[in-house]
Protein backbone atom coordinates (compact mmCIF):
# COMPACT_ATOMS: atom_id res chain seq x y z
CA UNK A 1 0.00 0.00 0.00
CA UNK A 2 1.52 3.60 -0.79
CA UNK A 3 3.03 5.67 1.76
CA UNK A 4 0.04 8.46 1.13
CA UNK A 5 -2.38 5.70 3.41
CA UNK A 6 0.48 5.92 6.26
CA UNK A 7 -2.12 9.11 8.04
CA UNK A 8 -5.06 6.52 7.28
CA UNK A 9 -3.59 3.77 9.03
CA UNK A 10 -1.89 5.64 11.80
CA UNK A 11 -5.89 7.06 12.41
CA UNK A 12 -7.05 3.94 12.63
CA UNK A 13 -4.17 2.45 15.58
CA UNK A 14 -5.65 5.72 17.11
CA UNK A 15 -8.82 4.23 17.11
CA UNK A 16 -8.39 0.94 17.94
CA UNK A 17 -6.46 1.91 21.15
CA UNK A 18 -8.88 4.58 22.27
CA UNK A 19 -11.32 2.40 21.62
CA UNK A 20 -10.08 -0.14 23.41
CA UNK A 21 -8.69 1.72 26.37
CA UNK A 22 -11.95 3.43 26.99
CA UNK A 23 -14.27 0.40 26.79
CA UNK A 24 -11.94 -0.68 29.60
CA UNK A 25 -12.44 1.92 31.76
CA UNK A 26 -15.99 1.81 30.88
CA UNK A 27 -16.50 -1.51 33.04
CA UNK A 28 -15.29 -0.21 36.03
CA UNK A 29 -17.42 2.84 35.51
CA UNK A 30 -20.39 1.45 34.58
CA UNK A 31 -20.47 -1.22 37.23
CA UNK A 32 -20.12 1.11 39.48
CA UNK A 33 -22.94 3.71 38.50
CA UNK A 34 -24.59 0.06 38.23
CA UNK A 35 -25.94 0.29 34.45
CA UNK A 36 -26.47 -2.98 33.79
CA UNK A 37 -27.83 -5.92 31.55
CA UNK A 38 -29.81 -8.24 33.85
CA UNK A 39 -30.89 -11.45 32.43
CA UNK A 40 -34.34 -11.57 31.61
CA UNK A 41 -35.92 -14.90 30.29
CA UNK A 42 -35.11 -13.18 26.62
CA UNK A 43 -31.26 -13.00 27.63
CA UNK A 44 -28.46 -15.09 25.84
CA UNK A 45 -26.40 -13.82 29.18
CA UNK A 46 -27.00 -15.09 32.85
CA UNK A 47 -24.84 -12.60 34.99
CA UNK A 48 -25.71 -8.87 35.32
CA UNK A 49 -23.11 -6.90 32.74
CA UNK A 50 -22.16 -3.39 32.24
CA UNK A 51 -23.60 -1.72 29.41
CA UNK A 52 -22.89 1.26 27.24
CA UNK A 53 -19.62 0.01 26.30
CA UNK A 54 -20.38 1.93 22.47
CA UNK A 55 -20.00 5.30 24.20
CA UNK A 56 -16.39 4.61 23.79
CA UNK A 57 -16.37 2.90 20.21
CA UNK A 58 -18.71 5.82 18.98
CA UNK A 59 -16.50 8.34 20.53
CA UNK A 60 -13.58 7.12 19.17
CA UNK A 61 -15.00 6.94 15.52
CA UNK A 62 -17.07 9.80 15.37
CA UNK A 63 -13.42 11.78 16.80
CA UNK A 64 -11.54 10.21 14.22
CA UNK A 65 -14.11 11.09 11.80
CA UNK A 66 -14.21 14.66 12.74
CA UNK A 67 -10.25 14.22 12.21
CA UNK A 68 -10.51 12.88 8.53
CA UNK A 69 -13.12 15.44 7.69
CA UNK A 70 -10.92 18.39 8.60
CA UNK A 71 -7.92 16.97 6.92
CA UNK A 72 -9.68 15.94 3.42
CA UNK A 73 -12.99 18.06 3.41
CA UNK A 74 -15.76 15.91 1.93
CA UNK A 75 -18.64 17.20 0.70
CA UNK A 76 -22.05 16.66 3.09
CA UNK A 77 -19.83 14.24 5.70
CA UNK A 78 -20.22 17.48 8.06
CA UNK A 79 -23.82 16.31 8.36
CA UNK A 80 -23.23 12.70 9.28
CA UNK A 81 -20.75 13.57 12.24
CA UNK A 82 -23.50 15.67 13.51
CA UNK A 83 -26.45 13.23 13.43
CA UNK A 84 -24.66 10.67 14.46
CA UNK A 85 -22.99 12.41 17.53
CA UNK A 86 -27.25 12.96 17.96
CA UNK A 87 -27.74 9.69 17.79
CA UNK A 88 -24.86 8.70 20.68
CA UNK A 89 -26.64 11.35 23.14
CA UNK A 90 -29.81 9.85 22.82
CA UNK A 91 -28.62 6.23 23.04
CA UNK A 92 -26.81 6.86 26.03
CA UNK A 93 -29.89 8.05 27.56
CA UNK A 94 -32.01 5.01 26.08
CA UNK A 95 -29.51 3.18 27.83
CA UNK A 96 -29.34 4.68 31.31
CA UNK A 97 -33.10 5.85 31.58
CA UNK A 98 -35.12 3.48 28.90
CA UNK A 99 -36.75 6.20 26.17
CA UNK A 100 -40.33 5.52 24.43
CA UNK A 101 -39.85 3.03 20.96
CA UNK A 102 -41.79 6.18 19.68
CA UNK A 103 -39.43 8.71 20.60
CA UNK A 104 -36.32 6.82 19.63
CA UNK A 105 -37.56 5.84 16.12
CA UNK A 106 -38.59 9.38 15.82
CA UNK A 107 -35.31 10.97 16.65
CA UNK A 108 -33.50 8.25 14.34
CA UNK A 109 -35.88 9.43 11.66
CA UNK A 110 -34.22 12.93 12.05
CA UNK A 111 -30.43 11.49 12.15
CA UNK A 112 -31.69 9.83 8.79
CA UNK A 113 -33.16 12.97 7.26
CA UNK A 114 -30.10 14.93 8.35
CA UNK A 115 -27.95 12.59 6.35
CA UNK A 116 -30.11 12.77 2.94
CA UNK A 117 -27.73 15.73 2.92
CA UNK A 118 -24.50 13.80 2.39
CA UNK A 119 -26.31 11.17 0.34
CA UNK A 120 -27.53 13.11 -2.30
CA UNK A 121 -23.54 14.09 -2.88
CA UNK A 122 -22.90 10.64 -3.48
CA UNK A 123 -25.20 9.93 -5.96
CA UNK A 124 -29.14 8.06 -7.09
CA UNK A 125 -28.82 4.77 -4.82
CA UNK A 126 -31.18 3.35 -7.25
CA UNK A 127 -29.47 4.53 -10.58
CA UNK A 128 -32.44 6.41 -12.10
CA UNK A 129 -34.60 3.55 -11.85
CA UNK A 130 -36.54 5.89 -9.20
CA UNK A 131 -37.75 9.19 -9.16
CA UNK A 132 -35.46 11.93 -7.52
CA UNK A 133 -37.69 11.82 -4.61
CA UNK A 134 -38.48 8.52 -4.57
CA UNK A 135 -34.86 7.54 -4.76
CA UNK A 136 -34.39 9.46 -1.41
CA UNK A 137 -37.52 8.79 0.34
CA UNK A 138 -36.80 4.60 -0.06
CA UNK A 139 -33.11 5.04 0.47
CA UNK A 140 -34.24 6.99 4.44
CA UNK A 141 -36.30 4.26 4.62
CA UNK A 142 -33.73 1.61 3.95
CA UNK A 143 -30.93 3.46 6.08
CA UNK A 144 -33.78 3.97 9.41
CA UNK A 145 -34.17 0.15 9.29
CA UNK A 146 -30.67 -0.98 8.77
CA UNK A 147 -29.73 0.92 11.95
CA UNK A 148 -32.66 -0.83 13.62
CA UNK A 149 -31.81 -4.32 12.49
CA UNK A 150 -28.35 -3.48 13.28
CA UNK A 151 -29.16 -3.05 16.96
CA UNK A 152 -31.69 -5.66 17.11
CA UNK A 153 -28.99 -8.36 15.94
CA UNK A 154 -26.98 -6.85 18.98
CA UNK A 155 -27.85 -10.11 21.73
CA UNK A 156 -24.65 -12.13 22.12
CA UNK A 157 -21.06 -11.63 22.78
CA UNK A 158 -18.71 -10.68 20.20
CA UNK A 159 -21.51 -10.51 17.50
CA UNK A 160 -21.17 -6.67 16.69
CA UNK A 161 -17.86 -6.42 16.76
CA UNK A 162 -17.42 -9.33 14.40
CA UNK A 163 -20.14 -8.00 11.83
CA UNK A 164 -19.48 -4.59 12.01
CA UNK A 165 -15.79 -4.89 11.40
CA UNK A 166 -16.41 -7.40 8.71
CA UNK A 167 -18.56 -4.52 6.78
CA UNK A 168 -16.01 -2.19 7.95
CA UNK A 169 -13.16 -4.26 6.09
CA UNK A 170 -15.06 -4.80 3.02
CA UNK A 171 -15.41 -1.23 2.87
CA UNK A 172 -12.05 -0.28 3.28
CA UNK A 173 -10.91 -3.02 1.01
CA UNK A 174 -12.66 -1.43 -2.20
CA UNK A 175 -11.91 1.47 -1.35
CA UNK A 176 -8.67 1.40 -0.94
CA UNK A 177 -7.88 -1.38 -3.66
CA UNK A 178 -10.42 -1.53 -6.34
CA UNK A 179 -9.68 1.99 -7.60
CA UNK A 180 -9.72 0.18 -11.23
CA UNK A 181 -13.33 0.35 -10.82
CA UNK A 182 -14.14 4.38 -10.70
CA UNK A 183 -15.11 3.60 -6.84
CA UNK A 184 -14.03 6.32 -5.23
CA UNK A 185 -11.29 6.30 -1.93
CA UNK A 186 -12.63 8.88 -0.18
CA UNK A 187 -14.49 6.08 2.12
CA UNK A 188 -11.58 4.46 3.25
CA UNK A 189 -10.56 5.89 6.17
CA UNK A 190 -13.79 6.17 7.64
CA UNK A 191 -14.58 2.68 7.15
CA UNK A 192 -11.11 1.98 8.46
CA UNK A 193 -11.41 3.42 11.41
CA UNK A 194 -15.04 1.80 12.41
CA UNK A 195 -13.09 -1.36 11.58
CA UNK A 196 -10.32 -0.73 14.09
CA UNK A 197 -12.69 0.72 16.86
CA UNK A 198 -14.50 -2.73 16.30
CA UNK A 199 -11.62 -4.40 17.16
CA UNK A 200 -10.95 -3.01 20.36
CA UNK A 201 -14.34 -3.31 21.52
CA UNK A 202 -14.11 -7.38 20.82
CA UNK A 203 -11.23 -7.50 23.03
CA UNK A 204 -13.74 -7.19 26.09
CA UNK A 205 -16.89 -8.28 24.08
CA UNK A 206 -15.73 -11.58 22.94
CA UNK A 207 -17.28 -14.85 25.28
CA UNK A 208 -17.40 -14.60 28.15
CA UNK A 209 -18.37 -10.57 27.66
CA UNK A 210 -16.97 -8.14 30.34
CA UNK A 211 -19.42 -5.46 28.76
CA UNK A 212 -21.97 -5.05 26.19
CA UNK A 213 -22.44 -2.48 23.32
CA UNK A 214 -25.35 -1.01 24.49
CA UNK A 215 -27.52 1.50 22.15
CA UNK A 216 -25.08 3.79 22.62
CA UNK A 217 -22.69 2.04 20.18
CA UNK A 218 -25.04 -0.19 18.03
CA UNK A 219 -27.02 2.42 16.63
CA UNK A 220 -24.72 5.05 15.87
CA UNK A 221 -22.26 2.56 14.08
CA UNK A 222 -25.22 1.28 12.44
CA UNK A 223 -26.29 4.30 11.28
CA UNK A 224 -22.95 5.17 9.71
CA UNK A 225 -22.41 1.75 8.12
CA UNK A 226 -25.90 2.52 6.66
CA UNK A 227 -24.64 5.50 5.17
CA UNK A 228 -21.32 3.73 3.74
CA UNK A 229 -23.25 1.31 2.16
CA UNK A 230 -26.02 3.29 0.78
CA UNK A 231 -22.95 5.96 -0.20
CA UNK A 232 -21.25 2.64 -2.41
CA UNK A 233 -24.55 1.63 -3.99
CA UNK A 234 -24.92 5.03 -4.71
CA UNK A 235 -21.93 5.46 -6.85
CA UNK A 236 -23.11 1.89 -8.92
CA UNK A 237 -21.79 -0.91 -6.76
CA UNK A 238 -25.03 -1.78 -5.81
CA UNK A 239 -23.81 -5.77 -5.33
CA UNK A 240 -21.21 -5.20 -2.89
CA UNK A 241 -23.38 -2.98 -0.42
CA UNK A 242 -25.87 -5.80 -0.53
CA UNK A 243 -23.43 -8.47 0.19
CA UNK A 244 -21.35 -7.11 3.02
CA UNK A 245 -24.41 -6.83 5.27
CA UNK A 246 -26.03 -9.68 4.39
CA UNK A 247 -25.93 -11.99 7.19
CA UNK A 248 -27.91 -9.39 9.12
CA UNK A 249 -30.33 -8.35 6.69
CA UNK A 250 -31.55 -11.98 5.98
CA UNK A 251 -31.27 -12.72 9.94
CA UNK A 252 -33.63 -9.78 11.25
CA UNK A 253 -35.55 -9.52 7.94
CA UNK A 254 -36.57 -13.49 8.33
CA UNK A 255 -37.25 -13.46 12.36
CA UNK A 256 -38.87 -9.55 11.89
CA UNK A 257 -41.70 -10.83 9.14
CA UNK A 258 -42.14 -13.56 10.83
CA UNK A 259 -43.61 -11.91 14.31
CA UNK A 260 -45.39 -8.99 11.80
CA UNK A 261 -47.02 -11.83 10.37
CA UNK A 262 -48.18 -13.28 13.59
CA UNK A 263 -49.12 -9.94 14.39
CA UNK A 264 -46.00 -9.46 17.77
CA UNK A 265 -44.61 -5.85 18.06
CA UNK A 266 -41.54 -6.09 16.23
CA UNK A 267 -39.40 -3.66 18.42
CA UNK A 268 -39.71 -5.66 21.68
CA UNK A 269 -37.37 -7.96 22.95
CA UNK A 270 -37.08 -11.45 22.05
CA UNK A 271 -34.67 -14.96 21.05
CA UNK A 272 -35.89 -15.74 17.96
CA UNK A 273 -33.04 -15.04 15.62
CA UNK A 274 -30.83 -17.39 14.15
CA UNK A 275 -28.25 -16.78 15.79
CA UNK A 276 -30.37 -16.73 19.34
CA UNK A 277 -31.47 -20.26 18.36
CA UNK A 278 -27.93 -21.55 18.03
CA UNK A 279 -27.00 -20.61 21.29
CA UNK A 280 -30.36 -21.92 22.70
CA UNK A 281 -29.76 -25.51 20.74
CA UNK A 282 -26.22 -25.54 23.01
CA UNK A 283 -23.55 -23.59 20.88
CA UNK A 284 -21.48 -20.96 22.95
CA UNK A 285 -21.27 -17.61 22.22
CA UNK A 286 -17.76 -17.84 20.82
CA UNK A 287 -18.86 -20.59 18.40
CA UNK A 288 -21.84 -18.88 17.01
CA UNK A 289 -19.79 -15.43 16.51
CA UNK A 290 -16.88 -17.25 15.21
CA UNK A 291 -19.10 -18.88 12.39
CA UNK A 292 -20.87 -15.29 11.55
CA UNK A 293 -16.93 -14.45 11.46
CA UNK A 294 -15.86 -17.25 9.36
CA UNK A 295 -19.17 -16.64 6.78
CA UNK A 296 -18.47 -12.84 6.57
CA UNK A 297 -14.50 -13.17 5.79
CA UNK A 298 -16.32 -15.02 2.54
CA UNK A 299 -18.78 -12.12 2.34
CA UNK A 300 -16.21 -9.78 2.12
CA UNK A 301 -14.04 -11.66 -0.53
CA UNK A 302 -17.25 -11.87 -2.56
CA UNK A 303 -18.11 -8.19 -2.04
CA UNK A 304 -14.85 -7.24 -3.00
CA UNK A 305 -14.94 -9.08 -6.73
CA UNK A 306 -18.70 -8.04 -7.36
CA UNK A 307 -17.37 -4.50 -7.92
CA UNK A 308 -16.45 -6.18 -11.47
CA UNK A 309 -18.97 -9.57 -11.30
CA UNK A 310 -21.55 -8.47 -9.47
CA UNK A 311 -24.42 -11.41 -9.92
CA UNK A 312 -21.70 -14.81 -9.75
CA UNK A 313 -20.95 -13.26 -6.27
CA UNK A 314 -24.51 -12.18 -5.18
CA UNK A 315 -25.57 -15.80 -5.50
CA UNK A 316 -22.59 -16.87 -4.00
CA UNK A 317 -23.38 -14.75 -0.78
CA UNK A 318 -27.06 -16.06 -1.03
CA UNK A 319 -25.55 -19.81 -0.48
CA UNK A 320 -23.10 -18.72 2.13
CA UNK A 321 -25.54 -17.04 4.23
CA UNK A 322 -28.18 -19.58 3.68
CA UNK A 323 -25.80 -22.28 4.84
CA UNK A 324 -25.12 -20.70 7.97
CA UNK A 325 -28.47 -19.69 8.58
CA UNK A 326 -29.18 -23.67 7.86
CA UNK A 327 -26.15 -24.68 10.80
CA UNK A 328 -27.35 -22.45 13.08
CA UNK A 329 -30.80 -23.97 12.82
CA UNK A 330 -29.85 -27.71 12.26
CA UNK A 331 -26.40 -28.54 12.77
CA UNK A 332 -25.70 -31.06 15.45
CA UNK A 333 -24.70 -29.77 18.50
CA UNK A 334 -21.46 -31.79 19.54
CA UNK A 335 -21.18 -32.04 23.42
CA UNK A 336 -17.92 -31.39 24.65
Not at 52 to 58: F, M, Q, T
Request: proline share 4%; hydrophobic share 55%; aromatic share 10%.
Amino acid sequence: MSTAYLPDAILGIAAFVASCAGVRMLIGYLTRKAILDHPVHRSSHSTPTPRGGGLAVSASVIVAWAVIQFLTPVAGTVFLIGAALLLVLVSWRDDVHSLSAGLRLGIQSVAVAVGLVWLTGQGLVFQGFLPHWADLFVSALLWLGFLNFFNFMDGIDGISAVEAGAIALGLSLIAYLRLDTGLSADDGPYALVILAAAAGFAVWNWHPARIFLGDVGSIPIGFLLGALLLGLAARGAWAPALILPLYYLTDAGITLSRRALRGEAVWRAHKEHFYQRAVQRGFSHAQVSTAILVANTILVALAFFATSYPVPCLVGAIVTTALLLLWMVKWPVVSS
